[in-house]
């Protein structure tokens, strides 16, 4: 094989890891979740919007309730890392029951989010992963506590010290 040749090769071998590598960073949206359109093919994602943010207030938690307002949705999607599945991020009450208490096993909690919730409350139901025992016992204390007739009993409580 000739120089030409191989630096040919080279360059073409080179060209289409590029590629694959640019494919596999670009964020792989869930269809029927909202996310910013602007953001589909673009390698970062959320990510530049996102650090402004952090930078500019100190704090990433206004920008996910910027991202829910913007997009007028209580369930979202956002990506800030590239070569990983984009965060789903929940901001309705019901939905965030049923999914932490019924359906533990089709969503289980990202580890990103036990280390952040571990150092604030360690032995909270938000760390626990679903095949943990404390899980399961923490699931059916919740359970009795969130039933609509002491729910009821709380409201009524509270509108009568008013």
């Known amino acids: 094989m000739s120089y030409f040749q191989s630096i040919t090769a080279f360059l073409v071998t080179g060209f289409l890891g590029f590629i694959l590598f640019i494919n596999l960073a670009i964020p792989r949206r869930l269809p029927g979740v909202p996310y910013k359109k602007g953001f589909k093919r673009w390698l970062l994602g959320d990510i530049p919007s996102w650090v402004a943010h952090v930078w500019e207030k100190g704090e990433m938690y206004t920008w996910i ?25 929940i901001s309705d009450y019901r939905e965030m029951q049923d999914i ?6 089709t969503f289980d909690r990202a580890e990103f989010m036990q280390k952040v919730f571990k150092t604030v409350i360690p032995q909270g139901m938000i760390t626990f992963t679903s095949d943990d025992p404390r899980f ?24 009568l010290s008013r």
């Not at 932490?100 to 096993?105: G, I, P, Y």
């Open 65 to 89: 309730v910027r991202q829910l307002v913007e997009l007028d949705s209580p369930i979202i999607q956002v990506s800030v890392r590239p070569f990983s599945k984009p965060w789903i991020v």
């Open 100 to 105: 932490l208490t019924r359906r533990a096993k």
């Open 136 to 159: 399961h016992v923490n699931k059916q204390l919740v359970r009795g506590f969130m039933a609509p007739t002491i729910l009821n009993e709380a409201r009524y409580q509270n509108s």
